[in-house]
Nanobody
Framework: QVRLVESGGGLVQAGGSLRLSCAASGRTFSRYAMGWFRQAPGKEREFVAAISRSGGSTTYADSVKGRFTVSRDNAKNTMYLHMNSLKPEDTAVYYC??????????????????WGQGTQVTVSS
């Protein structure tokens, strides 16, 4: 089992930037593909970005492509989400998630088994 803790959320003006972190503990971090999801008030949780075990493959939701970058540091057991050019519609609780995969390049967008508690991101207009 892996435990996940997000941090780095906060209040930022539109056009600003934030970096979220997801610290993992428990089983070997490099066994897991990692993902970011978000949930805005009154909406369903949606996929944001994901990164493979090795960090060599990534995928993004169309709504964040070109503005957000997902990365990981397996030596530090941490995943990051660099968010630039933030918009009010990016306001949500952001969750990190982990999925144990066999392939080192697999980048799942669904089916994650482990979740963090979330961190709030608020973008003011």
């Amino acid at each position: 089992q892996v435990r996940l803790v997000e941090s780095g959320g906060g209040l930022v003006q539109a056009g600003g930037s934030l970096r979220l972190s997801c610290a993992a503990s428990g089983r070997t971090f490099s066994r897991y593909a990692m993902g970011w999801f978000r949930q805005a008030p009154g909406k369903e949780r949606e996929f944001v970005a994901a990164i493979s075990r090795s960090g060599g493959s990534t995928t993004y939701a169309d709504s964040v492509k070109g503005r957000f970058t997902v990365s990981r540091d397996n030596a530090k057991n941490t995943m990051y989400l660099h968010m630039n050019s933030l918009k009010p519609e990016d306001t949500a609780v952001y969750y990190c998630a982990a999925e144990e995969t066999i392939g080192i390049s697999v980048v799942p967008v669904v089916g994650y088994d482990y979740w963090g508690q979330g961190t709030q991101v608020t973008v003011s207009s």
